[in-house]
């Protein structure tokens, strides 16, 4: 008999996970956000925008990062006239970017892009809005009604005493209806605070609302890698309530390394998984193997690979089996060996030298046995054996 209250623990999930925040599609170029497709990321360049041969250098740049969207801002006339240029010679999609002036809205959707994110906090009155909602959608273009806690309009500051999740939403909703009563429902909304606290709450509270895709962010999280820590901590609660349909991580500088964050963020909470998961012990004097030394030969020989297995490589006897067996392939070191698990099953015994040929030999494996479990895209959802319950609705 114990002191503690176990009932609980019958009628607890075994396997975690909640189901994704059901979403309409819209498409945005060749993206469709919502519903089941991926999390799209995405991330927004640092030039002026009127510096094409600048714009499209950086914007290649994150495209060979992975980059799936950009945005590039549109504060000037000069910036609308660079768009068509910047998007004839780009593969990704391209977003406009537009704050305070409607105007620059209007030009911008004269010219060949794929979206427009505008802030209704700060585009000055509702019919400048209404300007904007009826030429995006006589344009067939998506757009996002970007929400930020840090220009929310006086009314909602007013109303709620400070600009806190309620106040967001209620603005967000305001819009939104503005923009269903001009017909055009193909929007996409993101609610974004730097105060991790806030933009949480802000996402759960719409994702009871509405059903609109969600552009999720922190934003100015500031100089990685604390930007990167903060990102994650208030990313992660989000995606593992459902919520997000496309991602970007705001650091300071150079936005290239937001690409590997975001895919990083996206695969530990199992929303999106593009490569192996590599389980490895942090090491200490048990250790009966070169851990290290391992583990970066693993990771350069995985270079590339889209597998969505799970590979546990543990330092000794302690955890080594019990995780092992928990993996799809796994290691537990002892006496400068390696005992290899498949499936939770002890499947050889192999010496260090060989542990890395030896992974790969069972991931090549793994790969032809499990062909009917493989993704028929490219980007798995929390595949594998410990997978999260799939995240559509
Ligand atoms: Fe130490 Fe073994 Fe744990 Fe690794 S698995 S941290 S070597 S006890």
Redesign the pocket.
Known sequence: MSRFDLSILETAQKLPGKPRHKTREVRVGTRVFGGDNPIWVQSMTTTDTFDVDATVAQIHALEEAGCELVRVTVPKPEDAGALSKIRERIGIPLICDIHFDYKMALAALDHPVDKIRINPGNIGSVDRFRQVVRKAKDRGLPMRIGVNAGSLEREFNEKYGFPCPPAMVESCLRYLEIAEGEGNRDIVVSLKSSDVLVAVEAYRLYAKLADYPTHIGITEAGKPPYAVTKSAAGLAPILLDGIGDTIRISLLGDPVPEIAAAFDILQATQRRVRRPELIA????G??AIDLEKIIAELETRLQGNRLPVKISV???V???PGEAKEADIGIAAGNGQGMIFRNGEMVRRVPEAEIVDALMVELADWEATNQHRLPKTKDAEGLGRRKLPTVSA
């Not at 012990?281 to 200490?284: A, E, F, I, L, Q």
Request: aromatic fraction near 0%.
């Open positions: 012990c942090p090491t200490c048990r250790l543990l330092g000794c302690v955890n080594g």
